[in-house]
């Protein structure tokens, strides 16, 4: 097994950011590191304002609104461990960024220690400006206050509870008070020494506030506009309400699982837009066939955003877009091909967490008056095993697709909010050296895989077919 000298070089620079003041000596052997590689082959790594550092090497001689970042480290009382963070305000209009870690795991879904962070900067913020006599900051909320900002948050707690295998969100629900307590007596106090900084960090967020306010106003007289505007008869199945937040449109293969979706569906949030078949492969085609394509034209003109130079956040109409297809090769397929559009025609789209996919179950398992689902033959077997203990008479019933599941059935195994599991799609943004090094090998990727060479997607195939134990055609 071979490891990339850069990314065990970035995994040992954060775990020195995070415990600060610890001294990791980084050595590699020079013919490891490639021409185009910047990892450095010796280096001491040492930084005794831990996340504080991290923070000032993230903005990279970006400036801020206030002239020191808020930062601090608060031990929890009992010996409970600790909450650590670093945060400023850039006057650049730039996207912000936000970094959380909890016992040193990164958690890209943020989670209740985000949340407690949340809670008390608000809290705090709206504090100091009840005390100033400023009436405009009376709506603001947690996200006009970070959406902009550059954020580092570390804790280290007992026994913490993640959501999921890979460990990307914290759920302990302890962590939001903890850190809420720890974060906003010393917001406080950072305000209350300089009040002319605090001052113009209260003006910028109020901007960012009403700003959010115009946005808002207009998209909901954009989107009224452009549902008059829009001709999609028996495709788009357009929900009712008005704006944009809370609102999904699901991409459904083909017509008959449209008309499933379409009666399982909330008609007031959750929008339906069948496609016929596999869309266009945007990656190998000329934009003249792009344009040409009806089901990429009825994609564009549903979502209102427009699409590559074009393409305008404020004119997205639904907050989430959920690829719904069937849960097999072809429904694989018809996915990457329209992820690779969106990759492509709306990256945007999919940086700002828009993107997602639905996963239906592949089987359903009864016996009695127990019923489950399985994602695939490897839960159904664990299923078999563990909830019907390996009894001889278990109807196994597979779905050949959305189409052949009865809508009450496509809503709870899929589309309801409260029982479906979606998963994101994202990509990396090119907030770091590091971040700008994965886009290009995600750019590779895609161009390899989805291009115009086939060679390339065959040699892909020869050296990840040792790794397919059931091909199910």
């Not at 970006?62 to 600790?82: H, I, Y």
């Not at 003249?288 to 990429?296: R, T, V």
């Not at 590779?444 to 065959?458: A, H, I, N």
């Amino acid at each position: 097994m071979r490891f990339k000298p850069s990314t065990l070089f970035r995994m040992a620079r954060t775990k020195a950011f995070l415990f600060r003041g610890v001294e990791i000596r980084w050595s590699c052997e020079p013919s490891l590191i490639g021409p185009d590689d910047k990892t450095p082959t010796e280096q001491i790594l040492k930084f005794p304002n831990g996340v504080a550092d991290f923070l000032d090497y993230l903005m990279q001689g970006r400036t801020a609104v206030t002239p020191k970042p808020f930062s601090g480290r608060v031990e929890l009382p009992d010996n409970e461990g600790a909450v650590e963070w670093a945060i400023c305000w850039p006057d650049d209009f730039k996207d912000g960024f936000s970094y959380s870690y909890c016992n040193t795991v990164v958690t890209p879904l943020g989670g209740t220690h985000e949340t407690g962070l949340r809670a008390g900067l608000t809290k705090s913020l709206r504090a100091f400006a009840d005390m100033s006599g400023n009436k405009k900051a009376a709506d603001i909320t947690a996200d006009d206050i970070l959406s902009t900002a550059g954020v580092m948050l570390s804790v280290f707690i007992k026994d913490p509870q993640f959501q999921g295998q890979t460990k990307e969100k914290l759920v302990t629900q302890s962590a939001a008070r903890l850190v809420e307590n720890a974060v906003k007596d010393p917001f406080d106090h950072w305000l209350s020494r300089d009040i002319k900084s605090a001052n113009a960090l209260l003006e910028f967020i109020i901007e960012r506030a009403e700003e959010r306010k115009r946005k808002k106003k207009t998209l909901e007289t954009a989107r009224a506009s452009a549902t008059k505007k829009l001709r999609l008869p028996g495709k788009l199945a357009d929900c009712s309400h008005k704006e944009t937040s809370g609102t999904e449109i699901f991409l459904v293969e083909g017509d008959s699982a449209g008309g499933s979706a379409k009666q399982a569906r909330d008609r007031m949030r959750q929008a339906i837009l069948p496609l016929r078949g596999k869309i266009l492969n945007v990656i190998s085609a000329s934009n003249d066939k792009i344009l040409a394509n009806e089901e990429i034209r009825d994609m564009t003109e549903a979502l209102g955003c427009g699409r590559r130079d074009k393409y305008n956040e404020d004119g997205l109409r639904y907050e989430k877009i959920i690829i719904m297809t069937d849960a097999d090769v072809d429904g694989a397929h018809i996915a990457s091909l329209l992820m690779s559009f969106f990759y492509q025609e709306m990256p945007k789209l999919i940086e700002n967490g828009h993107l997602y996919i639905a996963l239906p179950p592949l089987y359903r398992l009864t016996q009695g008056g127990k019923s489950v689902y399985a994602a695939d033959d490897e839960e159904k077997e664990r299923l078999l095993k563990t909830v019907f203990k390996n009894a001889k008479n278990v109807d196994i019933s597979r779905f050949k697709g959305l189409g052949e599941m009865p809508p009450a059935q496509l809503k709870e195994t899929t589309m309801d909010p409260a029982k479906r599991t979606l998963l994101r799609v994202s990509v990396p943004r090119k907030s770091t050296e590091e971040d700008a090094e994965e886009c290009a090998y995600t750019a590779q990727m895609v161009e390899r895989l989805m291009g115009t060479k086939p060679e390339y997607r065959f040699q892909f195939i020869q050296e990840h077919a040792k790794f397919v134990e059931n091909l199910d055609i």
